[in-house]
T-cell receptor, first 115, second 113 residues
Framework: DTGVSQDPRHKITKRGQNVTFRCDPI?????LYWYRQTLGQGPEFLTY????????KSRLLSDRFSAERPKGSFSTLEIQRTEQGDSAMYLC?????????????FGPGTRLLVL | AQSVAQPEDQVNVAEGNPLTVKCTYS??????LFWYVQYPNRGLQFLLK????DNLVKGSYGFEAEFNKSQTSFHLKKPSALVSDSALYFC???????????WGAGTKLIIKP
């Protein structure tokens, strides 16, 4: 257990529904990352925050994806109007800023299945 | 452009034998290299990283990795494999210009008793 938690661990939804995932980072970590991982692939970067500021969001897969970190602690990732292609594992990672050598610590992930 | 290659989809090793999981990379500047392990239905666990200094890096669970700049490689090694080492292993790299990690596709390591 890395100390990063994600909720829910599993989500089954119907196409067209909205879903929201939550990530709680390690408490002293000020940087938070979201990734998507599909079967047989490495994680794919989506977005990241430093404190409450979203510093990179151009890699979000479409405008249906959005993320927030309103108080610089937990973060949410929302997918609107889900599609079957959104089925994947969504991973969150956190780190304490220490330059480029920082190590990201991952949560257990949320596995999404869109029917 | 940055990239990471893990040329083997799967590596099979007998318990007690040494293991190597290969990783090669391409970055424009100095690389920062990482290895993570993923067990079924679990998140990624950090094993080790190379930032600078000694080319041989030691990490968790008896794993080590050797940075080779001329071959742009960062192979993961362990002298004696355990059945419990069976998992999916990912290599990742970032360069000096950004914080985004670029990941390999992963290598499935199977240790047979």
């Amino acid at each position: 257990d890395t100390g990063v938690s994600q909720d829910p661990r599993h989500k089954i939804t119907k196409r067209g529904q909205n879903v929201t995932f939550r990530c709680d980072p390690i408490s002293e970590h000020n940087r938070l990352y979201w990734y998507r991982q599909t079967l047989g692939q490495g994680p794919e970067f989506l977005t990241y925050f430093q404190n409450e500021a979203q510093l990179e969001k151009s890699r979000l897969l479409s405008d249906r994806f959005s993320a927030e970190r309103p108080k610089g602690s937990f973060s949410t990732l929302e997918i609107q109007r889900t599609e079957q292609g959104d089925s994947a594992m969504y991973l969150c990672a956190s780190t304490r800023t220490s330059g480029k050598s920082e190590t990201q610590y991952f949560g257990p992930g949320t596995r999404l299945l869109v029917l | 452009a940055q990239s990471v290659a893990q040329p083997e989809d799967q590596v099979n090793v007998a318990e007690g034998n040494p293991l190597t999981v290969k990783c090669t990379y391409s970055v424009s500047g100095n690389p920062y290299l990482f290895w993570y392990v993923q067990y079924p239905n679990r998140g990624l666990q950090f094993l080790l990283k190379y930032i600078t200094g000694d080319n041989l890096v030691k990490g968790s669970y008896g794993f080590e990795a050797e940075f080779n700049k001329s071959q742009t490689s960062f192979h993961l090694k362990k002298p004696s494999a355990l059945v419990s080492d069976s998992a999916l292993y990912f290599c990742a790299v970032r360069d000096e210009s950004n914080y985004q990690l670029i990941w390999g596709a992963g290598t499935k390591l199977i240790i047979k008793p």
